[in-house]
């Protein structure tokens, strides 16, 4: 019968059709990066999106005063060619590169970053990173709607190519803050083009209308499919520039993007998928990365629980836990065990402080706590988001505390959205949490903790603990800085209003063909450094 | 039959109305809204954002106000992804989705008649068991089972076909397409080998053959028809199921068709664009349910009487 | 009535010849004994995990091997039966009671009260019911029992129809015109004359309805929406087995080869009674 052989026919043309050269090889010989970037990004606006693979973007299309180092270490100049810090640390006159351009030709001017800085303060456009710049004289007080003169606040333009940015303390990482995207320039004429200052949902984002200053141009943007980006010739650098295109491809499930790379059809991936990573390193997978990452994964307790606000219960829960046999056996994926809030190495910052792995010892403090071999001690939730790497953890926690100090826990995973809103209003006893660092210096996780924070979440308010660290941001001398926050770091550990369980490492694959791309603690590749050679 | 087409349509337009009024609540109800994030938002950002998105007002301010842009044609913007509207991302994943679920359609329906009619005519030989076991697996099989496994051994083993995308590169429609369809051939197969079956039983067959007309002709000139019938009056639950299925499916060759969009939106509580692929499913479910029908009544005279 | 019976006995001896839908039943019986002494059954605890262990394939202590967490799969897949079969069995049977419910009610009684509860019924099957599940779990959470409801709620639809359409044809045979006219009521009618015509069908449909009903469970499982741990149902098991497919096969063979069986010896098992009961396809 003929109608049989259709099928097959069908199957034919669809695979005739086209090349079978895979993306990998062909994007050899014309410098094109394939991207794995995880979820679809929210936007491109700088100013108003929140996530990582909105950062891998932003890197490559914008730039601000200073860009991260990708060997570590101090930021290079971006924006910024070079800059002077007053002698008390709370001015700085940042001399902008005259060749710096915006995509469309517009000269960039201190007055972009004056009339960025503005837009991201501007309570009504809802950005949630203002506290970045919060550090300015006056920028909370502008955000919060207290004065609406901008000029109150410490960013001024002394001309086109002086930017003159005034502290409210010393803040010795203010430079590394930079890089973060909140702090990039957007283009006046094309936002206001498009929407005025505080639209959230104006279009000027859109392929034909974005107009930024980085290596790279938005060229195409094909919804949840693949953003194209495409060389950048008017970037002031722009002959450093080895890569002409890069396609982001948005694969949120962990196992097709490996079978993605795999197959030839990307570069680099975002993660690694739980079961592979202990069988790529058994067999020594050359594309295997495992990187420290600037992160810390721990169980946040509330401490305003009745039980919980004990701290010797809270100390007992977190000497039942043996770390190591966590990372050597759940996570299995290079993560090391955490033994304090702020992860070590985090710009020359080592934290001394311990955690012992010490079941008798926590048995002891549970009984002074009045739970002897926990009788009577209350069936507690941990709450987490669904996920399988976090309910393994937790799988694993259970059973230790089960068999070290004789409590049962319950393991509750809500999804995302459910489990923040349980977290934000206090709905939980021991939640799941991972704290990612915004830039290199410890302070931007011992600030979390302090009292009032939004992102603190557990309830804990020490004076003592406050007081360190705003003696630590007064002060530009690293090392009585270092002091200070190690001081805090132990208070904080004593306390253990937090459970540290592992610090982050980022894993991923990476194509061999991939160069310039180097380890970084903020996992931060600037495409500029990036190139493509076999 | 203008009559019932009609009558159909009028009803389905109350429906509609209410299956939004019901998501609209349903959603309302959740817990996490779309602007929760792991950075807390401060509050008085938060308000800012409610304020925009017009989330600040009364639940039934917000009814009415949605129900009114709905009706003249307008889903809102989208809360997560700002500066879209959930229209320009149904229209975009939309598409994607047809094109998904046409092939899928095709593949089950070819391959699915055939098995199913040669079953019929061969019946309780070798011809009928074969197919019909392969059918049965493709029924009780889950796709996120069976598009893995075509995936490891086409994809990574043989190197033949593509793991994901959809139309950047050579073949890779071919998986997905398959993987969908696989399920409903096996239906159909089932479907028109019953169907066949019960027509080759009629009377009017014995008489045909009786007449000496030639077996093959028989079955093309009388059966088919009759054996057609409940495949084609299968098509319009099939397409329910077929959006089922393009969740997983969409998930698992990351194609950027509407499934994927609706999963998305309802872990990120985007709440217009859960109402707008809601609203805009129950149309295109109710649509091809209304022409499935129709094409029922043109193909079997005795089923327009009893209309 | 003699009638009725000889129609019983003829359908089970149908049955019994259809080898296939025997072997089903023989093999669904093993299950649920299995699914019901499981507690007593498997070797080991489903949670307990031996982190040192880690994955392991079949051996002597862990007859199918274990997980990346060390836990026993057989002891899983044990405990995973009376998860997934309670679903099934459970949903089929909430589908069961609504859908047949309404069915006898509209055929029953026809006219406008037929009218009214079939077009209902109409309207609602073009109701895209997968996303509402979708949203109701993501909504409220995973409640095994709203996890029921919903599927159950899925599948009256179909049951409702067979039902009515079931109870019309007897309602006009001769007989039970007859038995009208003779002033028999309602409850004798439906209780001598509708109730054990319908029997058949009802039980074949919630044979068929049963594998569709788990695979749901599956689907759901595989979005992170179905049966929560500790308690793993097969779908669960897969769905870990299908992402540590080319490392660990077995946690994916053993799940994927249960869950098939028995979902062919349900279909088996469903169409043997069907053409059982069926006098008219039946001519071998």
Known sequence: ?534 | MLQVILKRIAIAIPVILIVASLTFFLVRMAPGGPFDAEKVVPPQVMKNLNAVYNLDAPLIIQYKDYMFNLVQGDFGPSFRYPGRSVTEMIFTGLPVTFELAFYAIIVAMIIGSLAGIIAAVKRNTLLDYIPMTIAMIGICMPTFLLGPLLVLYFGIHLEVLPVSGWGSLAGDKILPSITLGAAYAAYIARLSRGGMLETLSQDYIRTARAKGLPEYKVIINHALQGGLVPVVSFLGPAVAGLIGGSFVVETIFQIPGLGRFYVEAAFNRDYTMILGTTIFFSTLIIFFNLLSDIAVLLMNPRARSEA | MSQGSSLWSDAWRRLLANKAAVAGGIILLILIFLAIFAPWIAPHSYSYQNLELGAQPPSGNFLLGTDTLGRDLFSRILYGARVSLLVGFVATGVALVIGVSWGIIAGYFGGRIDSVMMRIVDVLYGLPFIIFIILLMVIFGRNIWLLFGAIGAVEWLTMARIVRGQVLTIKNQEYVLAAQAMGVTNIQMFRKHIFPNILGPIAVYATLTIPQVMLLEAFLSFLGLGIQPPMSSWGTLIRYGVESMEEYSWLLIYPGLTFTITLFALNFFGDGLRDALDPKISSD
């Open chain 1, 1 to 534: 019968m003929k109608t049989k052989h259709i099928p097959f026919l069908f199957i034919f043309a669809l695979v005739s059709c086209g090349e079978s050269i895979s993306p990998v090889d062909s994007g050899l010989d014309a410098q094109i990066l394939h991207f794995g970037n995880g979820s679809e990004p929210q936007g491109l606006d700088p100013h108003i999106v929140t996530g990582v693979p909105e950062h891998h973007l932003l890197i490559s299309m914008c730039e601000g005063l200073t860009i991260a180092n990708p060997k570590g270490g101090e930021n290079l100049p971006g924006v910024a060619e070079s800059w002077k810090i007053s002698p008390d640390g709370t001015t700085y006159t940042f001399y902008l590169n005259k060749n710096a351009k915006w995509s469309n030709g517009d000269a960039l001017t201190a007055q972009d970053f004056v009339w960025s800085w503005m837009r991201i303060l501007t309570p009504s456009l809802g950005s949630q990173y203002p506290d970045m710049l919060y550090y300015l004289k006056g920028a909370a007080e502008f955000h919060q709607g207290k004065t609406d003169d901008f000029s109150t606040v410490g960013v001024k333009a002394i001309n086109d190519h002086e930017l003159r940015v005034e502290l409210n303390n010393p803040t010795p990482f203010f430079i590394r803050l930079l890089s973060h995207y909140s702090t990039y320039p957007v283009h006046k004429e094309t936002v206001l083009a498009h929407g005025s200052i505080d639209d959230r949902n104006g279009l000027w984002t859109r392929p034909g209308n974005f107009v930024c200053n980085g290596p790279m141009n938005l060229k195409s943007w094909e919804l949840n499919k693949q953003i194209t980006v495409e060389k950048n010739p008017l970037y002031w650098d722009a002959d450093k520039v080895q890569l002409n295109e890069i396609r982001y491809y948005p694969v949120s499930n962990e196992s097709t993007e490996d079978r993605m790379f795999r197959a030839g059809q990307l570069h680099v991936t975002n993660v690694v998928p739980l079961e592979k990573c202990p069988v790529y390193i058994e067999n020594n997978n050359p594309n295997l990365r495992i990187e420290p990452y600037m992160g810390t994964y721990f169980y946040r307790v509330n401490t305003l629980h009745p039980v919980l606000k004990d701290k010797k219960v809270r100390l007992a829960l977190a000497y039942a836990l043996n770390r190591n046999q966590i990372v050597d056996k759940v996570s299995k994926c290079g993560q090391k065990a955490a033994y304090s809030f702020t992860p070590p190495g985090s710009a020359g910052y080592e934290p001394d402080t311990e955690i012992p792995f010490d079941p008798t010892l926590a048995r002891s403090l549970l009984a002074e706590a009045g739970y002897k071999d926990g009788i009577d001690f209350p069936v507690l939730e941990i709450l987490f988001n669904t996920q399988e790497g976090h309910r393994k953890i937790a799988l694993a926690v259970q059973q230790m505390w089960q068999e070290n100090l004789g409590i049962s826990v319950q393991l509750v995973n809500q999804d995302w959205k459910v489990y923040l809103a349980r977290e934000m209003t206090g709905d939980f006893q021991i939640s799941r949490a991972g704290w990612i660092g915004d830039y290199e210096d410890p302070n931007t996780f011992l600030d979390t903790l302090r009292p009032n924070r939004g992102n603190n979440k557990t309830g804990w308010e020490n004076e003592e603990y406050d007081q360190l660290l705003e003696l630590a941001n007064s002060t530009n001398e690293q090392s009585l800085r270092y002091e200070y926050l190690m001081q805090a770091e132990r208070l904080l550990i004593s306390e253990m209003p937090i459970i540290p369980i592992y610090t982050y490492v980022r894993q991923y694959q990476l194509s061999s063909d991939v160069k310039g791309w180097y380890p970084n603690l903020l996992d931060t590749h600037h495409p500029k450094f990036i190139y493509l050679e076999r």
